[in-house]
């Protein structure tokens, strides 16, 4: 059966995540290695890790993605910035690798305005030097929604993985993100498209997974605004329409939604989705 789950808290420590997902009745899984709003990294406890995994192997869930805090910004011209960005990925990765987890997914940052051409060796040196001074896990890139100077459309994608050239390097494609940056997950002929750029850009083969949210901002709008699964200008068919093309179809799926409460993925978005 396909993989469904959703990003869920750690608050409590590290296996407080199995027993949230199992709760939304979730069967993969992303969560944050720490804080998404602060730099502090550590790894994580001997003894979390072990229960962690106990929990995974005793529930046969996965696979497990930790997504990056929402600080890092690989194109930052602020050295400060620039190094505590690579600094925290190293550790999400190594902490990654020690869950076996699935990958670390990340915004890659932004250029403030400056263009994607003047930093672009800034990311391909800073993506090496993480891939050099990690093992055991994979860095993945997400697709932006493309607002203000945020990288991460198709083209910068296929660009970062060419020019890297590794096994380790991969891509996360979000519904939400994809809608605002003008691509209309609704029409079929639009969908078609996309696989097709996939192909051309050399990402299809990259994809490893998909963060599946409604979006609450119009088509186009450069907007990062996720709504909870058929609340959104998307829908309940558009989405439906775009997991299932059979190019994605062996994809997992990572809600990222709000949920009735506020409080994230919730069973009512996962039962909506199950339902597709």
């Not at 690579?86 to 400056?114: F, Q």
């Not at 691509?183 to 990402?203: A, H, M």
Request: proline share 3%; glycine share 10%; hydrophobic share 40%.
């Amino acid at each position: 059966m396909r993989k469904i789950g959703g990003h869920v808290s750690i608050a409590g420590g590290l296996s407080k995540a199995i027993e949230n997902i199992l709760k939304i009745d979730g069967s993969c899984l992303q969560i944050f290695a720490g804080s998404p709003r602060v730099w502090l990294r550590q790894p994580f406890a001997e003894n979390e890790v072990y229960t962690f995994l106990d929990g995974i192997n005793q529930y046969r869930l996965g696979p497990v993605f930790i997504h990056a805090l929402y600080l890092v910004n690989l194109a930052s011209l602020n050295q400060n910035i620039f190094e505590k960005s690579v600094n925290s990925l190293v550790i999400d990765m190594t902490n990654g690798a020690r869950i076996h987890s699935a990958g670390v997914i990340i915004h890659i940052g932004s250029h403030l305005g400056a263009g994607f051409d003047s930093v672009k060796d800034q990311l391909i040196v800073s993506i090496q030097r993480i891939l050099a001074e990690t093992e055991g896990c994979d860095l993945i890139l997400e697709n932006a929604a493309g607002q203000n100077g945020k990288i991460g459309s198709l083209e910068e994608l296929s660009f970062l993985i060419n020019k890297v050239n590794s096994p380790r390097l991969k891509v996360c494609l979000d519904t939400a993100h994809l809608f605002a940056a003008g691509i209309d997950l609704r029409q079929t002929n639009s969908v078609s498209k996309l696989i097709n750029d996939l192909k051309q850009f050399n990402l299809l083969s990259k994809l490893v997974c998909l963060h599946l949210n409604d979006c609450a901002s119009d088509l186009g709008s450069h907007r990062d605004l996720h709504a909870n699964i058929g609340e959104g200008k998307i829908g309940l068919e558009g989405l439906k329409l775009f997991i299932n093309q059979k190019e994605f179809q062996n994809l997992p799926l990572i809600l990222e939604v709000p949920g009735d409460n506020k409080q994230g993925p919730d069973l009512k978005n996962i039962i909506l989705v199950k339902g597709f």
